[in-house]
C-alpha cells in the first residue's frame, strides 16, 4: 500500500470525493461518537455525480460517461477502475438527466385495476422478467377500478415521460384511451381493438367461450349462470365475454349477474338454482379471484362445486391450481400477452405513426374437480 511522506495512507475516493465538496477538510477527523466519513449517508443535494467520479479517477468525465454506459470504446481495465470509483462513492445513475439529455426514456408505465386478482400477479411477475431484459424499469400503479383515477394516473404518467404505458383491463371509456394514445405509446392488455394509435393484445374470447360451451355440454349441464363484479366503465369487457358466451351456448339457457361491492353471493345464486333438478347448473365467473367466493357461497347453501353446480372460471392462475380450489379454468398465456405488449411498446415509439395492431392469443381450458 502506498504511504504519503506524512506516513499515511491516500484517501480513498470516498474521502477525496468528500473533500472536493467540502464536507471534510484534509485536517478533519471522525469525532468520539460519530461514524466514520466514509460511512456517512451523503445528503441528497451531494450526492456524486459523474464529475466527480472523473475527478477522483484522474479522467475526463466523457470517458466516465462511455464506461458507465457500457460503450465498446473503453478499454475493460479502465472501465473496471471507474465503475469500481463509482461504487466506491456511491454513485446512481441519475435517469431522469438521461431521458433529457439523449431522449432516452427507461421508466414503463403499468396500470392494473387493482391488485386483489391473482392473475395481475403473473402478469407482474413476467413484466418484471421481460423489463428487466429490456432496461426498463416497470412503475405499476393500480385505478382502484374507477375510470377517474385511471384518467388522473395516466395524465401523472404522462407527465413523467414514461416509456410508454401498458393498461390492463381498463374502466375508462374507449374515447378517452384514443385521447392517451395520441401522445404517449399506450397498449391495452384484456381488451379488443379500441381504435386510433392504441395497441390491444388480448385472449380470443371467442374462442374461450367455445371451450366452456363445449365442456358444459360434455358434462350435461343444463343452465348457465354467468357472474361478474360491477366495475364502472370496464363492464364494456365484461359485456364483450357475456356476448361470446351466448353465440357460443346458443339455445342453452344463460343467465347473467352484475354483483355488487359487498353484495352477499349466497342468496343471489340461490335465486338460480334449479329446484328438484339435480346436475343441472354451470356458473361461469369472470375471473379466479371472483370464483374464490362463489365456491364459499356454494358451501353456505349445501351445494358443492362440481357435483351440485359446476363452476367455470378465467386466468388459471395459481389459486385455480391449488388442490383446495381446483378450478376448473380457461388458461391464458400471461407471457405471451406481456412480450406482445412491450412489442408493441417498442415499435410505437419508433414509429408514432404505426397503425394500431390488435393481437389476439389464444387459449386453452384447463379441467379440474370444480366442473
Known amino acids: 500500500m502506498r504511504i504519503s511522506r506524512h506516513g499515511h495512507p491516500p484517501p480513498g475516493p470516498l474521502a477525496l470525493y468528500r473533500r472536493i465538496i467540502g464536507k471534510l477538510s484534509p485536517k478533519d477527523s471522525p469525532q468520539q461518537g460519530t461514524a466514520p466519513p466514509d460511512t456517512q449517508r451523503i445528503p441528497l443535494k451531494q450526492r456524486p455525480t459523474q464529475s466527480d467520479i472523473a475527478r477522483a479517477a484522474g479522467v475526463s468525465r466523457g470517458l466516465v460517461s462511455l464506461a458507465l454506459s457500457g460503450s465498446s470504446g473503453v478499454s475493460e481495465e479502465s472501465r473496471a477502475r471507474i465503475v469500481t470509483i463509482a461504487d466506491e462513492l456511491g454513485y446512481v445513475r441519475n435517469i431522469g438527466a438521461a431521458a433529457l439529455a439523449g431522449k432516452f426514456h427507461s421508466t414503463l408505465g403499468f396500470v392494473l385495476p387493482d391488485l386483489?386478482?391473482?392473475?395481475?400477479?403473473?402478469?407482474v411477475a413476467e413484466l418484471q422478467q421481460s423489463s428487466t431484459e429490456l432496461d426498463l424499469l416497470p412503475l405499476i400503479v393500480t385505478s382502484l377500478n374507477r375510470s377517474d383515477h385511471e384518467a388522473q394516473v395516466l395524465r401523472?404518467?404522462?407527465e413523467l415521460d414514461v416509456a410508454g404505458v401498458i393498461v390492463v383491463s381498463p374502466v375508462e371509456p374507449p374515447e378517452e384511451l384514443i385521447k392517451q394514445g395520441r401522445s404517449l405509446p399506450t397498449v391495452v392488455i384484456g381488451a379488443g381493438a379500441?381504435?386510433?394509435?392504441?395497441?390491444?393484445?388480448?385472449m380470443d374470447e371467442n374462442a374461450a367461450a367455445q371451450l366452456i360451451a363445449a365442456h358444459i355440454r360434455e358434462r350435461g349441464w343444463k343452465r348457465i349462470l354467468h357472474l361478474s363484479s360491477e366495475i364502472d366503465d370496464g363492464n364494456v369487457w365484461v359485456d364483450n365475454r357475456l356476448k361470446a358466451l351466448e353465440v357460443a351456448l346458443g339455445q342453452t339457457p344463460l343467465d347473467s349477474a352484475l354483483i355488487q361491492a359487498d353484495q352477499p353471493l349466497s342468496p343471489l345464486i340461490a335465486r338460480f338454482v334449479p329446484?328438484?333438478?339435480?346436475?343441472?347448473l354451470a356458473i361461469v365467473v369472470h375471473n379466479d379471484r371472483l370464483a374464490m367466493d362463489v365456491i364459499p357461497a356454494l358451501h353456505r347453501l349445501n351445494l358443492t362445486a362440481g357435483k351440485d353446480v359446476a363452476v367455470i372460471s378465467y386466468d388459471d392462475t395459481h389459486v385455480a391450481q391449488r388442490p383446495e380450489w381446483s378450478l376448473t379454468s380457461i388458461h391464458q398465456d400471461a407471457h405471451e400477452l406481456i412480450q406482445t405488449a412491450l412489442n408493441h411498446v417498442n415499435r410505437r415509439q419508433n414509429d408514432d405513426n404505426a397503425v394500431a395492431i390488435n393481437s389476439i392469443v389464444q387459449p386453452t381450458l384447463t379441467v379440474r374437480t370444480t366442473s
Open 116 to 123: 386483489r386478482n391473482p392473475f395481475y400477479e403473473t402478469l
Open 156 to 158: 401523472k404518467l404522462q
Open 194 to 202: 379500441i381504435g386510433g394509435a392504441v395497441d390491444t393484445v388480448h
Open 275 to 280: 329446484q328438484n333438478e339435480e346436475h343441472s
